[in-house]
Structure formats: C-alpha cells, structure tokens
Nanobody
Framework: QVQLVDSGGGLVQAGGSLRLSCAASGRTFSTYAMGWFRQAPGKEQEFVATISWTGGRTYYADSVKGRFTISRDNAKNTVYLQMNSLKPEDTAVYYC????????????????????WGQGTQVTVSS
C-alpha cells in the first residue's frame, strides 16, 4: 500500500513563497516519477509539475513555469514543490501523485498516468 502525505500549504500574500512536501512510503520511491496537480474551487484538476524517477527530467504547466520548481530527494522518499512569486490564481488544493509505472523515461502530465495520490494541502494566496 502506497501512502503519500502532502504538507506545506498555507496562507501567503501575493509575491510570496511556499514549499510543499510529499513524503512517500510503501514502495520503491526512487523508481517512480512524481507529479503535482492542483484543483481550485469550481475548476477541474490541472497538472502543475512532474519529475522523472532519476530527477533528470522535469515538466511544468505554462502557468507556473519560471516560478515553481519541482525536486526530489530519493534518500528521504520526498518530493518538493518550491513555489515563488505566488499569485492569487495559484490558490488551490495541491496534490502530489505517484506514477503508475516504474522507470518511465518521460513522466506523464495527465492524471491518468498516476495511481496514488496524497490527501492534498491547501494553498491560499491573498492579493
């Protein structure tokens, strides 16, 4: 049983920063890509960022490119999302997710590529 525990959300003013963490347990973390998705009230879930199992490939949604950075520490079974220059439109519940297949060369950017999800952490950016 894979468990993902998201943390690090909170309330921040526009222009501020937050770092989200996702601690994984239950399978070999280092062999799976990890992703972050978000869902704002009344909107569909959207892709934010993903990182390959080696950490060598990362992809970002256009809306966060240049502001957010995804990283992973395989020794700690943890993936991070550093969020800088936050905007009110970044307000959402953020979820980390674990890839459904190990050793995927090109990490997926849709929710169907992921089979385990964290409980979500709320990020609220005030204007």
């Amino acid at each position: 049983q894979v468990q993902l525990v998201d943390s690090g959300g909170g309330l921040v003013q526009a222009g501020g920063s937050l770092r989200l963490s996702c601690a994984a347990s239950g399978r070999t973390f280092s062999t799976y890509a990890m992703g972050w998705f978000r869902q704002a009230p009344g909107k569909e879930q959207e892709f934010v960022a993903t990182i390959s199992w080696t950490g060598g490939r990362t992809y970002y949604a256009d809306s966060v490119k240049g502001r957010f950075t995804i990283s992973r520490d395989n020794a700690k079974n943890t993936v991070y999302l550093q969020m800088n220059s936050l905007k009110p439109e970044d307000t959402a519940v953020y979820y980390c997710a674990a890839d459904s297949l190990p050793y995927r060369v090109d990490p997926g950017r849709t929710s169907r590529d992921y089979d385990y999800w964290g409980q979500g952490t709320q990020v609220t950016v005030s204007s």
